[in-house]
């Protein structure tokens, strides 16, 4: 009986513990486990410490139930224990973990998958190109149907008014841009073609059709547009052929009218060191808008729409009807898959672009002239280029200026297109006088004269609106405000000959009249 009952009863040891004694209190039935935890916390160590306990001479003692006992005069001591075995089992752990993933890497030929991965893409990607191939035919065929149906509709009705090539009743089914596009030239830009691409002086009349699509597609390139938003060059090239063929064959609101206004904008971005200045984003907007800016445009401004009520008019509530259907036919076009040249950008940063796109074409409207260079005016002297309002102000003059910059270029340039213009702006008059409508003074043919149409054009509106830029961007006054002024004086000299001439003719006729009365 007490024998039993001594082989149950407690074991107490004595420890050193910080210079103190601390007894320790277990049953002979724990593990030793158990026995190193109460050891750990008895030392105010933590519990899963690695420890040796050794007497005072520094002995060895085993920890498990059966150690020797010890008395306070004779105090064990609970020591850490600092062994590499933890680093050992570190670099076994990752050792093991190396073979693992390179047996896995043999068992699924991760890199082999890799590789048929980017092979069976790049074959896809050719696939692709080879369909849009295929279609040419048939996308021809359907234009030519698209014609003919056109054709008949016109030879059978009554309208008078001003037809739009697209009139929106269809789905936008009449927008085909082209999709041959491996067959458009390849055209390599020599460096002195390069760099007149970034002045105003440069001369748009040398070049064809497939040699200005080239020059827009560089800029997109060299503006680094394709490389941040993305823009694969196979749909860029669409988009441009879309956006050529969906300009018509106007004397003036051309395609080639769109370039001009395109390189002075991309001319304006390197004169005025905007790409240190404003964001990706905004460069974007603003090559794109100056490239849409006139798309579809019948011939026949916002007057006449609005007094023949065409249905551009009707539409758009006469509210800028043309300006509002260059910017649908802008977004119709980009609505397409293969002329999506935002196909790659999140769906919010696109509703940003949309909307700064079409408040850029919108800002094109004459009629709001005064109210946008009175805006910009009213910013331009504390002109903030951290703030979204100013520049938005300042995007909307510069596509304003880009639009009827033609003045700024050498007069061999400048004044064929005044020749345009005026060809443009004597067919309306006479369709207004055939219909009856009202006929401005300065595109009545029997009234205006070219210096007369350039002058107080020139004074009012193109001088005060680039000199307003000036002041912020004072580097364009030799190469942009200067040749207007030149420009001017130009035509005011010739505006003295032909009144010079106009004065002697009148005396001439005068003298003969006198002289037949005395007879």
């Known amino acids: ?297 019948p011939g026949y401004n916002n007057t006449y729409q609005i007094n023949a009520r065409t249905d551009l008019a009707v539409r758009y509530n006469d509210i800028s009807p043309l300006e509002n259907h260059h910017c649908a036919v802008a977004f119709q076009i980009l609505s397409m898959p293969e002329c999506n040249i935002f196909a790659n950008i999140d769906p919010e940063s696109f509703k940003k672009i949309r909307q700064a796109i079409i408040t850029l074409i919108l800002a094109t409207d004459m009629a709001r002239h005064g109210e946008i260079l009175d805006s910009f005016k009213q910013k331009v002297d504390n002109f903030d280029f951290t703030n979204e309002e100013h520049v938005k102000c300042l995007k909307m003059v510069m596509i304003k200026c880009c639009d009827i910059s033609n003045e700024v270029r050498p007069t061999d340039v400048a004044e064929p297109w005044v020749d345009c213009l005026l060809e443009e702006y004597f067919m309306q008059s006479d369709r207004e006088k055939s219909e009856g409508l009202p006929v401005a003074p300065f595109m009545d043919r029997d009234k205006v004269t070219k210096p007369t149409a350039q002058i107080g054009f020139i004074k009012f509106v193109l001088i005060p609106m680039f000199e307003t830029v000036m002041k912020l961007f004072p580097q364009i006054e030799e190469i942009m405000v200067q040749p207007l002024r030149d420009s001017r004086d130009h035509y005011e000299e010739l505006k003295q000959i032909d009144d010079a001439m106009t004065e002697a003719q009148k005396k001439k006729t005068e003298s003969m009249s006198l002289g037949g009365k005395k007879k």
Not at 2 to 20: N, Q, R
Not at 123 to 151: P, T
Not at 253 to 263: A, D, E, G, I, L
């Open 1 to 297: 009986m007490g024998s039993s009952s001594s082989s149950y009863a407690p074991k107490t040891i004595y420890l050193d513990v910080d210079g103190k004694v601390q007894r320790v209190i277990f049953s002979r039935h724990c593990s030793p486990c158990d026995i190193k935890e109460l050891l750990c916390s008895s030392s105010n160590l933590a519990r899963n410490t690695a420890i040796l306990l050794v007497d005072m001479e520094g002995a060895l003692i085993s920890i498990d139930p059966a150690m020797p006992a010890n008395t306070p005069n004779n105090l064990y001591k609970v020591v850490p224990h600092c062994t590499s075995q933890g680093g050992e089992k570190e670099d076994m752990f990752q050792n093991v973990l190396s073979q693992v993933a390179e047996q896995f890497s043999r068992a699924f030929r991760i890199n082999e998958l890799k590789t048929e991965v980017t092979n069976r893409l790049a074959m896809l990607e050719k696939r692709v190109e080879l369909e849009g191939l295929k279609v040419v035919e048939i996308e021809r065929c359907k234009n030519d149907l698209r014609k003919l149906r056109d054709e008949m509709t016109s030879r059978g009705g009554v309208r008078v008014t001003c037809n739009c090539k697209y009139n929106f009743t269809d789905d936008g089914k009449k927008l085909s841009p082209r999709r041959d596009v491996p067959s458009y030239p390849k055209y390599t830009l020599s460096q002195e073609t390069i760099e007149a691409l970034k002045k105003p002086t440069f001369d748009v009349w040398h070049w064809e059709h497939n040699e200005m699509l080239s020059c827009l597609e560089y800029m997109y390139h060299d503006l680094g547009l394709v490389k941040e938003f993305n823009i694969n060059p196979i749909t860029l090239k669409r988009w441009l052929l879309g956006i050529q063929e969906n300009y018509r064959d106007n004397p003036f609101h051309n395609f080639r009218h769109c370039f001009c206004v395109s390189q002075m904008m991309y001319g304006m971005i390197h004169l005025c060191n905007l790409q240190d200045r404003l964001t990706m984003t905004d460069m974007c907007i603003l090559m794109t808008a100056a490239v849409c800016h006139d798309l579809d445009h």
